[in-house]
């Protein structure tokens, strides 16, 4: 039996009135990279901002490699091994790889002084580790020099270093080609190998049909699907059904 990471149990999360989250119950195993899809408004922002510890929920559980966890906050989540790259990145384009994967956790000695050489060794082990294959860069190249996957692939490698069993990707695909998105694929896939899990949020189904194990599908606020790519058979019977969902016959309204 696959290792489960984390497991949210019926997580509700509303704003006021408003119910955003209506009793959400999800996991993830370890190696595996779950597919979250939903319509603007669908409640994934929020789930995944529960997951980053950012957002508390207003009820229910959080239970972490099988125990629970109370007071859940951002500190709780990374010290659980989850790492959010936010659909911005977060990366400073004018530095280096080099200086994105450490800013704000430098490699100091006792004396403050900076490991810089130990910094750059590690940073080129990272880009291996994900798939860096093209020699033109090296840590020391400006991150503003990088396509819009490679740049993904930095900060997949800033999460990796950050000791992340679990790496949380907010639309990373949004307005890449097709080469930029298999760039960002392939590490994904790499990540995946090394034993770390994905949760790969996105609007187009059939990348995150290419790219994931398993789909869980919202829809204002609650899961209406979990289904794996075998069970599936493909992108269109997916989106088929999303839009069963979106648009119901006067019968399903029914039932």
């Not at 929020?46 to 510890?53: H, N, P, R, W, Y």
């Not at 940073?123 to 990088?146: D, K």
């Not at 695909?173 to 899990?197: C, I, M, N, P």
Request: charged share 25%; hydrophobic share 45%; net charge positive.
């Amino acid at each position: 039996m696959a290792e489960r990471l984390i497991e949210l149990r019926d997580i509700v999360k509303s704003f006021g009135r408003v119910a955003a989250l209506g009793g959400i119950n999800l996991h993830v195993d370890k190696g595996e990279v779950v597919g979250l899809i939903g319509d603007n408004g669908a409640g994934k922002s929020t789930l995944i901002k529960i997951l980053a510890g950012v957002v508390k929920p207003t009820s229910g559980e959080i239970f972490v490699r099988g125990q629970p966890v109370t007071g859940w906050s951002a500190a709780k989540s990374r010290a659980a091994g989850i790492e959010t790259v936010f659909q911005d990145r977060a990366l400073a384009v004018q530095q280096s790889i080099v200086t994105n994967i450490f800013m704000g956790r430098e490699l100091a000695g006792p004396f403050g002084w900076l490991r810089l050489a130990q910094e750059e060794r590690e940073a080129r082990r990272l880009m291996r580790e994900i798939g860096f294959t093209s020699r033109v860069f090296t840590p020391r190249s400006i991150v503003g020099q990088l396509s819009g996957g490679e740049r993904q692939g930095v900060a997949i490698a800033r999460a990796i270093s950050r000791q992340a069993d679990l790496i949380i990707l907010d639309e990373p695909t949004t307005a890449l080609s097709l080469t930029e998105t298999e760039k960002v694929f392939h590490f994904v896939r790499r990540v995946k190998a090394s034993g770390r899990s994905i949760v790969f949020i996105g609007h187009n189904i059939y990348h995150v049909f290419d790219i994931a194990d398993r789909f869980v599908v919202l829809d204002r606020g609650k899961v209406v699907l979990e289904t794996t790519r075998a069970e599936t058979g493909s992108a269109e019977r997916l989106i088929a059904f999303m839009q069963r969902v979106a648009h119901p016959t006067a019968a399903e309204r029914a039932l």
